[in-house]
């Protein structure tokens, strides 16, 4: 069974700082990881994805996130963070072997970020 | 290019009633699911279609839940009768044709129920 942990409730952080936020996966086979980003009553929006390929994956404001398969880990990194950057960040993972397979999601972090 | 479409945002009914979602994807999204967020809980998965044929219901509730997509293109979820737990944001996602798995979902904003 494939799964996703995000070890961290809520991440504070000062803006202008860096901002990591953590995700680790289990599954048989190898894994295609996704971050998405939710803001107060909105739906998911997809900031980026690993399929294969270079380590590290760059997506939509700024985010980047590094896939390391001995870790089972793919951090969600942004080296400046925005206070528009507040929100609930998702980190969900796909088995590869399965074309059906369902998108496993995180239980999410909550991200603050301070003036 | 649009996005995925939800009605209504917001819903509120009493226990044992029944209630419907309606969701318009993305023009052309071959595959569509519907997703259960509880609060402080990740989305997890109701129902996936292909086109117009379920292709992962698993972990929909069937004896209260039911879902259609009659023409492959917008697809109705609904509950019937809905209890308490039931409470919680009903999102529609979609993907273009199916590939290996790798495609992005394109999530609506929700359809957030209360149920009394």
């Known amino acids: 069974a494939q799964s996703v942990a995000q070890p961290e409730d809520q991440v504070n952080v000062a803006e202008g700082n860096p901002l990591t936020v953590k995700c680790t996966y289990s599954v048989s086979g190898n894994p295609y990881l996704f971050w998405y980003v939710q803001y107060p009553n909105r739906g998911l929006q997809f900031l980026l994805k690993?399929?294969?390929?270079?380590?590290l994956v760059k997506g939509s404001y700024g985010f980047e996130a590094e896939f390391n398969k001995s870790q089972t880990s793919f951090h969600l990194k942004k080296p400046s963070a925005l206070v528009s950057d507040s929100a609930l960040y998702f980190c969900?993972?796909?088995?590869?072997?399965?074309?059906?397979?369902?998108?496993?999601f995180g239980a999410g972090t909550q991200v603050v970020v301070t003036p | 290019e649009a996005g995925v479409a939800q009605s209504p945002r917001y819903k509120i009914i009493e226990k044992r009633q029944s209630v419907a979602f309606w969701c318009n994807p993305i023009?052309?999204?071959?595959?569509l699911y519907w997703y259960q967020q509880i609060l402080g809980q990740g989305p997890k998965l109701l129902i996936q279609f292909q086109n117009n044929g379920v292709v992962d219901d698993s972990q929909l509730p069937k004896d209260r839940f039911s879902a259609e997509r009659l023409k492959g293109v917008d697809s109705t979820l609904k509950i019937q009768p809905a209890k308490l737990e039931d409470s919680a944001v009903y999102l529609c996602?979609?993907?273009?044709?199916?590939?290996?798995?790798?495609?992005?979902?394109?999530f609506g904003p929700g359809t957030r129920l209360l149920v009394l």
């Open positions: 996602a979609s993907s273009g044709r199916r590939t290996s798995g790798t495609e992005t979902q394109y």
């Open positions: 690993y399929i294969t390929g270079d380590n």
């Open positions: 969900a993972v796909r088995v590869s072997t399965d074309s059906w397979g369902k998108l496993q």
């Open positions: 023009s052309g999204h071959a595959t």
